[in-house]
């Protein structure tokens, strides 16, 4: 890649860029895209979608950006959760990050790489340079300069380790601060029971309320047991169309009725035909559900959520083991009530083995076959091949605004679009591996996005062959978090509008990736420091991926166990806070509802659609 | 090896196996040997040395072997605890797979070896035959005899898996059992806590007392925090060898006075001297000791036993974070009384660290160097070069009877003479490895020699270059539980005395070590089986390590939470049933002293030596 390419590749992004801005700065005030661009705001109640957005013109719009850099971090968590403050550090710490790798690089290592000799490239024609004259391709072998690149690998770990290190003292602390000034949450008093033993003649639910009666007398409260209901939630989407189909006839029907005030009296008795016929069928699959309803309650799966009084108590059913048998009574901690992913709850093990396997399969096949996407890649930046393969597109090849954007801008944007096709392939894959949580779901798509990137880019480096060039990519996926940090606070406040709350459970994932990354870095400079024959370096090197790992280490041993779970001394201190607050019962009797499998909660067509109403439907469950 | 050196190996340690059983008969029925051979009963008082031993002959006391079946499994619990009884189960299991092995190796495997012809051996002479003969080295390549071994290796594996899994089974339900029939015992109810964060002006003692009847006021009992006594156990030694020099005095000036009246008058004026420096010198120290005992009490660690009301409560403390920082407050279940290792409490983390490096670096040397000893035994195996290093044993060394001692029996002996120093050698580097219980240390100990013997047959074996004869040896270490099976028992019920009990913990340990010996079979078989050309047999060898190691998880996860702790259930109904015992009072009245440093503990010397006698040093502490 020359240099004149990669300018015309940053000239590209910063006009897509700018035309967003404007095009977003628009259209946000268009009231009706309110429930786009202000979701949460909507959803909350704040914010009537038909408000006073319609009087603002495009200029003053523009002032979005400055509000959006005003929230402190105080008001992103009492309106979005920590996780969305965990969310934003992370950009931060990336855009940190980046800001110490850009002066080094661009201030110190740059100069002394281009006044480097190494590749012999003429002085005279800057534009049409190589980007490898700037990079440490250029250095002379043996060089002394080599050393400053050494003293770089050195400073920037330290830094880097340093950035981490306080990034999670300060997010493990305000873990537990978040902890103390939240509500009472309902999985913090629940836990999963799996692998429930039966004696014949005794339910689940029978076998898990007389066990924890017993064990759990004074804090055991309620408990939810699964079941069975895959066929329920069929029915139940099956009515929702129906439902949705009705309503659709109905307002038809209503336009129809002015219609035929305004004179047009066709087709109307066929229309009250359709309307009979699709309440006729929303009766009977209202019937269906309500018979499906009571049959499910026999459909029982030897898991349940077990409820407690306390949050002690329940952390303490999650941590030691209940039943004589390890096998049985397993506990774990229960996730939100709105975290919870069912359809993978009454599968068997053996159904979630195969599909776990089956995932894992399918993982690697992609992480492959991407070499197809990325072999595409390299064959446009070496355009003389090009040539060679598609020679009728030689003529409009050697126009030079065509060439520079076909190497220098189309590469990086074929690599993203198809990059961007991973994490939602992913997360599909995740969902069926048979995790009971979405945040469990996410985590895991985030990891194999994450070694799926990892492997692609020196699957892809091997293959190009030019490992010392790659290395600037290496260093520069932190430029990413930049262009996000500036676009995305103004955003996560009114757009972000939090599903569920980890706590900031997956920082620890950012923490290991960039460990990776930095023992990654540590390994490519040992080779390099071998490579330009200055072997002391690379001797020297080695010392710090083993400082690297014992930080990495006493990290984990300092600030994960925060992330895991929270310290007794946090719960018994909530819990006592609990007793003097007049709330808890009411929150208790919610508590005891809150697990309920959603196809068990009452449907309200009913309600809505009026003629059909029946009440037991909605009392049933 | 030819066979007749086998036989004469097999002839020798029959004969030395006949000598030290008379030996025994006739010496265990000695009164003055009780002491060595019935220390239990002893030390019980149950059986005072001078008693009927001495009327009994020879010939009847034969009869011990007898005997020593007899007693049951519930006999040898209820005598010397669940450790014992675990300990035998794993000589009986050791002794049913080498029967297994032994039927399946002479009766099938042995004569199928021996029909090939792979070594063109001669036939005639069968005492000069090498012992390769009747290994897998003699069927001839690519035989289908091979898939008899084949056969052999699946069924072999599935055998010794099956007796693993009943094995497992029984002992970690016998633990439970143990567990419901056990007197409450100090370790159950009680963590120790390291890491204990003090404020200024505030004593670790007070800090623990503050924080544990804060979070646990109903069941917080007592704690004993950790001191600096190194010096003052120094004292304690000194004192105690003065003490019994002052008692060898003693009891000479005694036989003196007796002397005396029968007419000697000579040195006793030199004696009562001797006395009296004796008894100012025991006063003296007695006086150090006490003004260190009370320095002492300064001079805390932050470590201390934290004893609970209930097991659950220990559980609880033991299984759940207890601070906000996770490096603080660190619990982990306790140790019995008996069984903590006081020396390496008061060290530091940094000098447990480097004693942890320095102990594996020693680890890792004695391996190696153990090479030595493998060398000479591997050179006495081939006598033709000794011959040639030592050419002035030729005349001795063509004697037949010296050759086949040579050849057959001094390897094994000189192997296990080098063998039986390893294991005394790993207790004391594990001694000063830092950790604080002497079952920790036995375990660990026994873990380095498991693999200590793993590496040095296998590097012995890379260096002989014979690789197939040595399977048999590896099949073979299981011929050495038989021979102690036999002699244990008896042994047992009368001699060992239980220092500490850890309730089987470590039957995992074994089962380890049988599944990694499965598995390095599997991998020899597949090696085998390749270089044999039977390549179908190999690659059908391949699912058996993966279906061992899926066995493995699978025992992980059924039985091994069991050896780590007991469940909330079993800990729960124990306490219940405590709440009815009357002694329980008293027991926690001594369970707050039972954490107590020996060295704090009184000593007696003053009582029993009269003279000296200073009563604040025996309530001292």
Chains 1, 2 share one sequence.
């Not at 996005?449 to 010392?468: D, K, Q, R, Y």
């Amino acid at each position: 890649m020359i240099l004149s390419a990669l300018l015309t590749s940053v000239g590209i992004n910063v006009g897509l860029c700018f035309l967003f801005f404007t095009l977003y700065s628009i259209l946000r005030n268009r009231p009706s895209n309110a429930n786009l661009y202000v979701p949460r705001l909507v959803a909350e109640g704040e914010l009537e979608p038909e408000d006073e957005f319609s009087v603002r013109n495009l200029f003053s719009s523009v002032k979005w950006v400055k509000r959006a850099w005003q929230p402190s971090e105080d008001e992103l968590l009492s309106n979005s959760g920590l996780d969305a403050v965990v969310f934003m550090r992370i950009f931060t710490f990336g855009f940190r990050v980046f800001r110490f790798a850009v002066i080094v690089g661009i201030f110190i290592l740059l100069p002394f790489n281009y006044m480097g000799n190494q590749l012999n490239i003429d002085f005279t024609d800057l534009p049409n340079k190589s980007l490898e004259t700037f990079s440490i391709s250029n250095v002379d072998d043996g060089s002394n300069r080599l050393w400053i690149h050494f003293s770089a690998v050195y400073v920037f770990t330290a830094v880097v380790c340093y950035l981490l290190y306080s990034e999670y003292d300060y997010i493990s602390s305000k873990r537990i601060a978040f902890f103390y000034s939240s509500k009472p949450r309902p999985n913090q008093f629940t836990v999963l029971v799996r692998s429930i033993p039966t004696t014949s003649g005794r339910s689940v639910s029978e076998s898990v309320e007389s066990f924890f009666r017993e064990y759990y007398p004074s804090t055991y409260l309620s408990h939810s047991v699964v079941r069975r209901t895959s066929k329920l939630k069929g029915l139940i989407n099956e009515a929702d169309k129906v439902y949705k189909r009705l309503r659709h006839v109905k307002s038809k029907k209503y336009t129809q009725q002015r219609f035929k005030r305004s004179g047009f009296m066709g087709l109307f008795g066929q229309k009250v035909d359709l309307l009979d016929h699709y309440e006729k069928k929303l009766e009977d699959m209202e019937g269906n559900v309500r018979t499906e309803r009571t049959s499910v309650a026999g459909k029982e799966v030897p898991a349940a959520f077990v409820s407690f009084k306390s949050r002690l108590s329940a952390a303490v059913a999650s941590h030691l083991q209940q039943g004589v048998k390890p096998t049985e009574w397993l506990t774990e901690t229960a996730p939100d009530p709105q975290d919870v992913y069912w359809p993978f709850f009454s599968s068997s093990f053996l159904k979630r083995w195969m599909c776990n396997l089956a995932v894992i399969f399918a993982c690697i096949s992609i992480t492959f076959l991407f070499v197809v996407p990325v072999l595409i890649v390299q064959g446009l930046t070496h355009l003389d091949q090009l040539e060679i393969w598609l020679p009728f597109l030689r003529g409009i090849l050697h126009l030079k605004i065509v060439s520079q954007v076909v190497t220098g801008y189309l590469p990086s944007l074929i690599l993203e679009m198809f990059l961007s096709l991973v994490p939602p392939v992913m997360i599909v894959l995740s969902s069926i591996q048979g995790y009971i949580a979405l945040s469990q779901i996410e985590k895991s798509a985030c990891i194999k996005v994450l070694w799926f990137t990892v492997w692609n880019i020196f699957f892809a480096n091997v293959l190009s062959g030019s490992a010392l060039y790659k290395v600037d990519i290496i260093l520069e996926p932190k430029r990413l978090p930049e262009l996000l940090a500036v676009a995305v606070p103004g955003q996560l406040l009114n757009v972000y509008e939090p599903k569920f709350e980890t706590g900031g459970k997956f920082w620890p994932v950012v923490h290991d990736a960039t460990i990776f990354s930095l023992i990654l870095m540590h390994v490519i400079a040992i080779g390099i420091f071998g490579v330009k024959k200055v072997p002391l370096a690379s001797s020297l090197t080695i010392p710090l991926p083993i400082l690297t790992l014992i930080f990495n280490s006493y990290c984990r041993r300092r600030f994960l166990p925060s992330f895991k779970g929270y310290p007794a001394e946090c719960l018994i201190n909530k819990d006592r806070l609990d007793q003097s607050d007049p709330t808890i019962s009411s929150f208790y009797d919610e508590l005891a509802t809150a697990y309920r499998d959603p196809a068990m909660k009452p449907i309200r067509y009913s309600s809505e659609s009026g003629e059909s109403s029946h009440s037991p439907l909605l009392h049933s469950a």
